[in-house]
């Protein structure tokens, strides 16, 4: 664990970022270590916030619930939170089909719950791993 946080400690301080208008940093699941070095790493820099993606089943919710749990702890704002693969658009017929099912509302009415905003619902896409990328 000491390796990754040392890793993210030197990415975000000794890469020359140049002018930056945003910074994506996809992290695992979870509260580890990695997402308090992070925090740590940001915390004079002019941080607007997380965005936090899910997908709808249960298990990614509650590792989501946790996420929010520890932005409000390290009083980083939450900008929203968006649902990934929600449903699948069949490139041909159009149909729409949840190929993972919200058990528990999804994303959407865990954000209501946690009170924090919900940005919106993103389609799983089989283009995704095509190379080039076309929609």
Not at 10 to 24: A, N, P, R, T
Not at 30 to 53: F, M, P, Q, R, Y
Not at 103 to 110: A, C, E, I
Not at 114 to 122: H, R
Request: proline residues 7%; contains cysteine; hydrophobic residues 40%.
């Amino acid at each position: 664990m000491t390796f990754y946080v040392g890793l993210i400690k030197q990415f975000l301080k000794d890469v020359d970022w140049g002018e930056l208008d945003y910074l994506l940093i996809d992290t695992p699941p979870g509260t580890s270590d990695e997402h308090l070095s992070v925090v740590k790493c940001l915390k004079d820099t002019n941080l607007k916030g997380s965005i936090i993606v899910t997908t709808p089943q249960e298990a990614s919710l509650l590792d989501v619930r946790k996420e929010i749990t520890f932005c409000s702890k390290v009083n980083l704002p939450i900008i929203g939170v968006v649902e990934n693969m929600n449903v699948f658009v069949c490139p041909k017929c159009k149909i729409s089909t949840e190929i993972f099912p919200p058990t528990t509302g999804g994303g959407q009415k865990m954000a209501d719950e946690m009170k924090v905003p919900f940005l919106g619902k993103i389609p799983l896409n089989s283009q995704i791993g095509k190379y080039p990328f076309i929609l």
